[in-house]
Structures are given as structure tokens and as C-alpha cells.
């Protein structure tokens, strides 16, 4: 279980907006900045947001990150059936003096 | 541009060694760089074993510290991975990545560039 929590899924249609949460304390999110990670099966997990809302070169705009207090989120808008994938959390945490992932969410594309 | 590679033993038994190497290849290892291993079991999400500078500093998992070293070799451009005593909750894919140093506090490292893994088995 990790210390991160996100939901295990999510799940829209085409043109949707949805959101993923990533739950976490004072420790992690509550004092560090949040990364987001997009891995599609079998392949290398990929950057998507980092700095809570920031996107690395080539990442469309329909991604967007955000954080508040001990949480963050991650949007996901006007939803395409190649987004469906797992992603996954990541931020530092002062108290283990490491870096932690969420557990990770599978959004499907309906 | 950066490429990291993975390699080593695919199959390791109970109570033995893992050994891996990432090999940077399209930039220097001592670049401002934090060189990280992660792993993922099959099925499951992502763990961070541990991460290292080029001038030797290194940050571990608090539960793997015990069992695991991450060390660089300037001269081939490398970095490695041990770890020690493992067992069957060991077999995972494992990653290397780079995490370009963010000196500004509270800014978590980001993994920008990876490895392809490589799926590491323990088992007799």
C-alpha cells in the first residue's frame, strides 16, 4: 500500500475532461513539488507533468497538473481513446529522505 | 541525446546478488544529473530503489538501504546496482533514469529520461 494514494482506475469517454487524484500528507506533497508519469503497457513509464503543473516539450496541453495542500491532481481534457494508459504520482518525501510513486490508476477510454 | 541501457543477469537465485549497469551513452554521467534505479514488479506500480550524483552521493529506499549500492564509474560512463540477499518479492522490471538536479528546495527531481528495463527473475 503505498504512501501515495491514488484511485486504482478511472475511466471516460472520448472529449471527456477527467481527473486522477493523488493523495498524500505534510511530508510529501504537503511540502514538495508533484511529478506525473503516463506508461502505456509494456513500454517505459514517460514524464507528463512536473513541478505540479508544468509539461516537459511534446506533451499536449490537454494534460494539465495541480496541488493543493497535502493533494494533487491530474486532468486529462478532451480525452482520446491513445490516453488510456496507467499513471502514476511521484514527489519526495522529507520523513523517509526518498522519493515516493502513487500506487498508480489504469484510465480506460470508453 | 541521452540514452541510458540497462543490462545484466536476467535470473538470479534466492539469497543471491542482482547486479545491474546502466550505460550512458549522448552525455557525461557527471553532468548535473541524479542517476536513479527504479523497479516495477510485473503487474504492479513503481518503486524508487535509490538514486546517485556523480560525485558519489546517494539516497536510498529506507526499506532496501540495508540490501542495495548504487555506485558510478566515471571512467565508463556508468552507473550500477547491487542488491544483496534477495528473494522472490525482487522480481521486477528495473529502470534506470536520469533526474536532472533541481537545487531549489522542495522541488522533487524529475525522471525525464529512462531506460528501456530489464526484467530481472529470482528464482532457483
Known amino acids: 500500500q503505498s504512501v501515495l494514494t491514488q484511485p486504482p482506475s478511472a475511466s471516460g469517454t472520448p472529449g471527456q475532461r477527467v481527473t486522477i487524484s493523488c493523495s498524500g500528507s505534510?511530508?510529501?506533497?504537503?511540502?514538495?513539488?508533484v511529478n506525473w508519469y503516463q506508461q502505456f503497457p509494456g513500454t517505459t513509464p514517460k514524464l507528463l507533468i512536473y513541478?505540479?503543473?508544468q509539461r516537459p516539450s511534446g506533451v499536449p496541453d490537454r494534460f494539465s497538473g495541480s496541488k493543493s495542500g497535502t493533494s494533487a491532481s491530474l486532468a486529462i481534457s478532451g480525452l482520446q481513446s491513445e490516453d488510456e494508459a496507467d499513471y502514476f504520482c511521484?514527489?519526495?518525501?522529507?520523513?523517509?529522505?526518498?522519493?515516493?510513486f502513487g500506487g498508480g490508476t489504469k484510465l480506460t477510454v470508453l | 541525446q541521452v540514452q541510458l541501457q540497462e543490462s545484466g543477469p536476467g535470473l538470479v537465485k534466492p539469497s543471491g546478488t542482482l547486479s545491474l549497469t546502466c550505460a550512458v551513452s549522448?552525455?557525461?554521467?557527471?553532468?548535473?544529473?541524479?542517476w536513479t534505479w527504479v523497479r516495477q514488479p510485473p503487474g504492479k506500480g513503481l518503486e524508487w530503489i535509490g538514486e546517485?550524483?556523480?560525485?558519489?552521493?546517494?539516497n536510498y529506499k529506507p526499506s532496501l538501504k540495508s540490501r542495495v549500492t548504487i555506485s558510478v564509474d566515471k571512467s565508463k560512463n556508468q552507473f550500477s546496482l547491487r542488491l544483496r540477499s534477495v528473494t522472490a518479492a525482487d522480481t521486477a522490471v528495473y529502470y534506470c533514469?536520469?533526474?536532472?538536479?533541481?537545487?531549489?528546495?522542495?522541488?522533487?527531481?524529475?525522471?525525464?529520461?529512462w531506460g528501456q528495463g530489464t526484467l530481472v527473475t529470482v528464482s532457483s
Open positions: 549522448g552525455g557525461s554521467i557527471s553532468s548535473s544529473n541524479w
Open positions: 511521484a514527489t519526495w518525501d522529507d520523513s523517509l529522505n526518498g522519493q515516493l
Open positions: 533514469a536520469r533526474a536532472p538536479d533541481i537545487v531549489t528546495p522542495h522541488f522533487t527531481n524529475a525522471f525525464d529520461i
Open positions: 505534510r511530508s510529501n506533497i504537503g511540502t514538495n513539488t
Open positions: 546517485i550524483y556523480h560525485s558519489g552521493s546517494t
Open positions: 513541478t505540479n503543473n
